[in-house]
């Protein structure tokens, strides 16, 4: 079965992009797509296949990617799906809290499309191909 | 009065009325209100005849006591007459009390004065012969008459000493007065000896004066320097005030241009991004001409991204604390060249370290100092033959200055003010790539250390970027 990276991200860009490198590197994934808080509870209670990787943006509108971590967290059932913050925060503070609402990564977004994509490679084969066997 | 008893002088007198003995009054004069009480005019006037003649008398007495003629006296009393003898061997003694500077005076219980010497009489201003017999109380001003009657009791009593104030006339003596008094066969005496003080008074007074002037100066100066203090203090608040504003001016500056850069980065992003992804996915449905163009955008947003982390790299620098610690410079100049090296390992450049420099920096900081300092000498030199660049330090004054000198292409030192400034650059970005923010990275940064940075250089000859990491003040700043 084809696996399934959740994307959320406000930044319509942004998601495009992350969509495109994923796309590049690995076609054999499929990309979910969510704009917001909302949209992700809504998309996960109601979704028959769970993602296999959840990437998040952390600067978004109404709920944070904070609060949304420690809202995916609480459901028991996505609480082994590995969830990896992907921000422009460059801020000590920020990672520190994200791993305590319960990240299992934290990466920034890099400016260069090569070093991007590297830094995507690296979280898929860390976090999606580990994943597997757990899951 | 009845004739003196006649004693023997053993001195020998010059007078003619030697041996001859005087007679006094004892108590001469009643209070007058019990004389006017009791006795008639006719009774009164007799009376005063008597006195007079008596006073005559005493008078005449004394100043032949005090001249040697007498050495013995008899006063009438109401105990009958007494004897009064001036023994011989007094006499030199009565020339010394006469010689005296101080006043001396013998006085009765009552206050009359009995004797007194020459310096007493010139201190009041009179004849001797004109004070024997008169109250020392009608020499007292009316000022000091209480405090003399407190005084006069003590004195009677044993001694006493202290100053007064003499009238005679409308002139006014003050005196320094030490008394004894004794009893002398059966007589009560006061001996009393008077100092002149007027000029003692009359220093003290001056010295007062001054005093109180110099109290006075003291006085203004010191509110002078109160005021002026007061003035520096509201100075001072003030301007605590304007470089708290202007801190705050500044790291809000800081922040601005933090978030603008950090912003600005998250669209650039997705423009670079795609432009790649264009460019190497679809590259080939393009001709040459679009070909071209995409890689204009492509360079342009490259650019913009180095400019926009440089940014972000000068306002993390101003924001970031100084953490001093000793560190080897030298090393540090190595390990960058390395870098550099490594990042262009076709160059062959002459690098030269001067060995073991080591100072108080932030290390972190440090490394982008030299990171920036040594990159430029780097690129500068990178269309030079036999490209050589050098770091060493030097005593300017007693005080470290660290240069890093290259041969490179060097700059116009016209331009040399603008050269910390940010975005300023002194070559084309075709001659040369920059962003022209890396020595206004260096220069906050070695403000930051407390020092100072500055440039030598002419066009074709080569730069030399100079830093102090204290207070340094360069001498010859300018080339």
Known sequence: MRKTILIIDDSDDDVFL?????????????????????????????????????????????????????????ISRLRRIPMVVLTNSELESDRKACFE?????FLQKATNL?????????????????????? | MKKPAFRTRKTKSKATKAGRAKSLPRKPIKPKSEIRDSKSQKELL????????????????????????????????????????????????????????EGALSLTENGIIMNCNTAFAQICGASSGSLIGSSIRDLVSETNIDKFETFWKQACERETRG???????????????????????????VFVVVTDISEQKQNEAELEKYRTHLEQLVDEKTEELRAANEELLVANDELAMRNTELEMLNNELDSFVYSVSHDLRAPLRIMEGFAKIVSEDHGEKLDAEGRSYLARIRSGSERLTKLIGDLLGLSRVARQSVKKMDYDLSSLVSSV???????????????????????????????????????????????????????????????????????????????????????????????????????AIVERIIKKHGGKVWAEGAVGKGATIYFSLYNTKPGSKRP
């Open chain 2, 163 to 189: 100053e007064l104030e003499l009238k005679f006339d409308s002139r006014t003596v003050p005196v320094f007065i030490s008394t004894r008094a004794r009893i002398i066969e059966g007589e009560y005496w």
């Open chain 2, 46 to 101: 007799l009376e005063n005849t008597k006195l007079r003649r008596r006073l005559a008398e005493a008078e005449e007495t004394l100043n032949a006591i005090r001249k040697g003629d007498v050495d013995a006296l008899i006063v009438s009393g109401p105990q009958g007459e007494q004897v009064y003898t001036l023994k011989g061997a007094e006499q030199p003694y009565r020339i010394l009390v006469e010689s005296m500077n």
């Open chain 1, 114 to 135: 090569d070093h991007f994509t590297k830094d995507i490679e690296c979280v898929l084969e860390r976090w999606l191909d580990a994943s597997k066997k757990q899951l």
């Open chain 1, 18 to 74: 992350t969509k495109t490198v994923i796309s590049r590197i690995r076609p054999d994934i499929a990309t979910e797509i969510a704009m917001s808080g909302d949209d992700v509870l809504l998309f996960l209670r109601d979704c028959k296949t769970l993602p296999s990787l959840i990437l998040l943006d952390l600067k978004m509108p109404r709920m944070n990617g904070i609060d949304l971590l420690q809202e995916m967290r609480a």
């Open chain 2, 337 to 439: 060249v390395s870098n550099l090296r490594e990042a262009d390992p076709a160059r062959n450049t002459e690098v030269i370290i001067a060995k073991g420099l080591r100072d108080s920096v932030d290390p972190d900081l440090m490394r982008i100092v030299f990171s920036n300092i040594l990159g430029n000498a780097w690129k500068f030199t990178s269309k030079t033959e036999k490209a050589k660049i050098e770091f060493g330090a030097r005593d300017q004054g007693g005080k470290t200055v660290y240069f890093v000198k290259d041969n490179g292409v060097g700059f116009d030192p016209t331009y040399m003010n603008k050269m910390f400034l940010p975005f300023q650059r002194l070559h084309s970005e075709e001659e040369f790539e920059g962003t022209g923010i890396g020595l």
């Open chain 1, 101 to 105: 609402a319960g990240a299992d990564d």
